[in-house]
């Protein structure tokens, strides 16, 4: 049974930074795509940043140069969030799956920023 734990959120100051992970299990092969999405109530899932099984990623225009993606062993996907602004605020997912629409989803982890 396929699973995706998100761990990381919290609540920050603007500049600050924070690290978002998660531990994707019961793949039998490694997941050719794994991604970072947000949301925040009321607007539509945003995709922050998606990483093939060779790290070449893709970023929203909103984070480049702030967010980084990478893959780590055993199937994890770690998210590293800096320069935080308020617009950053939302709920941060971990997606995973060998095809697009990814169909493998981890619960949410709450990203606030104050100004």
Do not use: H
Request: proline share 3%; hydrophobic share 35%.
């Amino acid at each position: 049974q396929v699973q995706l734990v998100v761990s990381g959120g919290g609540s920050v100051q603007a500049g600050g930074s924070l690290r978002l992970s998660c531990a994707a299990s019961g793949f039998t092969v490694r997941p050719y795509y794994m991604a970072w999405f947000r949301q925040v109530p009321g607007k539509e899932r945003e995709e922050v940043a998606f990483i093939d099984l060779y790290g070449r990623t893709t970023y929203a225009d909103s984070v480049k140069d702030r967010f980084t993606a990478s893959r780590g062993s055993k199937n994890y996907l770690y998210l590293d969030l800096n320069s935080l602004q308020p617009d950053d605020t939302a709920m941060y997912y971990c997606a995973a799956g060998n095809d697009r629409p990814l169909n493998y989803w981890g619960q949410g982890t709450q990203v606030t920023v104050s100004s």
